[in-house]
Structures are given as structure tokens and as C-alpha cells.
């Protein structure tokens, strides 16, 4: 059982669209209160058809996005014995959509993207999804009137990111702990001892996601709204495509689109619920 007095981000369907899901918040046993909502694209929106998307926006103005998903699939035609071909009339079976090797969380104010990685689990390991933050996000104050009207830069290669990783909790759950497991810096890694960052836990009406606030000193982020939405965003989509896919995640039609080749490390979908 989790501390209550953890910052704690709770999602449960919304009343007004079971497609989506507010988060409530709750902080040293307070009331929940809505703080985000995790909007979905609208299956029976055309332009959403074939491929997943969700944006994490806010509560009193849907307008603001803090971020935002799309994953398009590629295809593999599942390959049927001859009894299998003679039990569906002698055509041949649909598409099947392959789950994608990594995610992209695009964010926003400041622009930037973070990759989330899948890491598949050897003999007795369980699945982990990795990603990183930089450092340093925002830029030092400066005088000059030209520096203070321009947009941020992208972050360089250069400034050193923080490694986190979602691991599941076992081979089968559908719980997740995220570690903080080193830093990279140039793409060159350097591993460092776990530290527990937030804990994912999959319930049958709702999930939850508790950031473990004693560790957060030890965290060199600068930009820690940003590491706030990653895990919440970043948490919800690995759940919907690979812990407990949701029915239908891609939105398919009755007719997929072309198959396009497999993707090297890509894999097919578990079994819908």
C-alpha cells in the first residue's frame, strides 16, 4: 500500500466521453481534484481511423496542450493454415496492425520530443520502456532584447540527459515502477543504482500513477512539469498499446490500409481483452 500523502494522479473515465480520462490529484490525503484531462482520437473521426493518438490537455481549457501521441502502425499479413482459409471462406485473413519498437511524446512551451523505447524482456526478465530528459530545458536569462523575442533552441546533443525506464512490476502485470537509471551524454550512457521515480498501477476501473516525491532531489531535471507529463502521458499510452491494450487501439476499419513491409524489431499486438 502506497503512502496517500504521495502526489498521486488518478485516471478514471470521463462522464461526458468514456473515450477519454480526467486525472485527479491528490497530495497528503486532500481532496481529488481534476487537474488533466487525457483526451483520445475520436474513432468515429475519419482522420483518426488506422492509428492511435492521445493528448494530455487541461482540465478547464482543452485548448492548452501539454502533450501529445500519434503511433501509425505498420502492417504484417498473418500467414493461416489451409483449414484456417477453408474455415473463413477462402479468403485470405486482414491485416494485423504491428505494435511499434518506440512511442513519441511531443511536447509543448517548451517544444521538444521524447522517445519512449521498448526494451524487450529475456528469460525471466520483464519487459522495460526507456527514455530520457535532458538537464538543462530552458535557456539563462539574458539582456538582449533579440534572445528574450526568439524561441528556444532544440536542446543540444550536448547537455547531459537523465535515463529513466518503466519496468513492469513482473513478466504478466500490469503494474510499472519508473527508475531513474543513469545519465547519457553525446549517446554515451553511464549506469547508476535505481532510484525509484513513480509507481503505475492498473486497476480494473482506473489507474493511478504516484510520483515518489522523496526521491526527486536526487533528479537533475531542470524541467519538472515536463518529467510530470512524461510520466503521466508516457504511463497511460504504454498501458493502452502494450500493458492492457484497449479494444481496438488503432481505430481499424473493416478494410486496413496496404501492407508496407514489417519493421525490423517490431511485433504484433497481444491479444485484445
Given at each position: 500500500?502506497?503512502?496517500?500523502?504521495?502526489?498521486?494522479?488518478?485516471?478514471?473515465?470521463?462522464?461526458d466521453n468514456p473515450s477519454n480520462t480526467v486525472l485527479y490529484f491528490t497530495h497528503q490525503g486532500s481532496e481529488l481534484t481534476p487537474h488533466y484531462l487525457l483526451k483520445r482520437a475520436d474513432p468515429a473521426n475519419p482522420v483518426a481511423r488506422n492509428k492511435y493518438a492521445s493528448a494530455l490537455t487541461d482540465i478547464a481549457s482543452q485548448q492548452i496542450i501539454y502533450a501529445e501521441v500519434l503511433v501509425e502502425p505498420e502492417w504484417t499479413q498473418p500467414t493461416l493454415s489451409t483449414a484456417e482459409v477453408r474455415a473463413q471462406g477462402g479468403q485470405p485473413a486482414p491485416p494485423q496492425?504491428?505494435?511499434?519498437?518506440?512511442?513519441?511524446?511531443?511536447?509543448?512551451?517548451?517544444?521538444?520530443q521524447?522517445?519512449?523505447?521498448?526494451?524487450?524482456?529475456?528469460?525471466?526478465?520483464?519487459?522495460?520502456?526507456?527514455?530520457?530528459?535532458?538537464?538543462?530545458?530552458?535557456?539563462?536569462?539574458?539582456?538582449?532584447?533579440?534572445?528574450?523575442s526568439s524561441s528556444d533552441p532544440?536542446?543540444?546533443?550536448?547537455?547531459?540527459?537523465?535515463?529513466?525506464?518503466?519496468?513492469?512490476?513482473?513478466?504478466l502485470s500490469k503494474d510499472m515502477t519508473c527508475y531513474m537509471v543513469g545519465k547519457s551524454v553525446a549517446g554515451k550512457k553511464s549506469k547508476e543504482p535505481d532510484i525509484t521515480v513513480a509507481m503505475?498501477?492498473?486497476?480494473?476501473?482506473?489507474?493511478?500513477?504516484?510520483?515518489?516525491?522523496p526521491n526527486l532531489q536526487r533528479v537533475d531535471v531542470e524541467d519538472r512539469k515536463g518529467l510530470d507529463i512524461v510520466l503521466l502521458l508516457g504511463a497511460e499510452v504504454l498501458r493502452d498499446?502494450?500493458?492492457?491494450?484497449r479494444q481496438n487501439v488503432f481505430n481499424l476499419t473493416a478494410v486496413p490500409p496496404p501492407i508496407s513491409g514489417r519493421r525490423k524489431n517490431s511485433k504484433p499486438p497481444p491479444p485484445q481483452p
Open positions: 500500500m502506497l503512502d496517500e500523502n504521495l502526489p498521486t494522479f488518478h485516471f478514471r473515465p470521463s462522464s496492425p504491428i505494435l511499434p519498437d518506440q512511442v513519441t511524446l511531443q511536447l509543448y512551451n517548451p517544444d521538444s521524447v522517445v519512449i523505447k521498448t526494451k524487450a524482456g529475456s528469460w525471466g526478465k520483464s519487459d522495460s520502456w526507456e527514455f530520457e530528459m535532458p538537464e538543462q530545458t530552458f535557456r539563462e536569462p539574458s539582456a538582449s532584447m533579440i534572445d528574450r532544440p536542446v543540444s546533443d550536448t547537455v547531459p540527459k537523465v535515463v529513466f525506464r518503466w519496468k513492469r512490476d513482473g513478466r503505475y498501477k492498473d486497476k480494473k476501473n482506473e489507474s493511478a500513477v504516484t510520483i515518489y516525491e498499446l502494450f500493458l492492457n491494450p
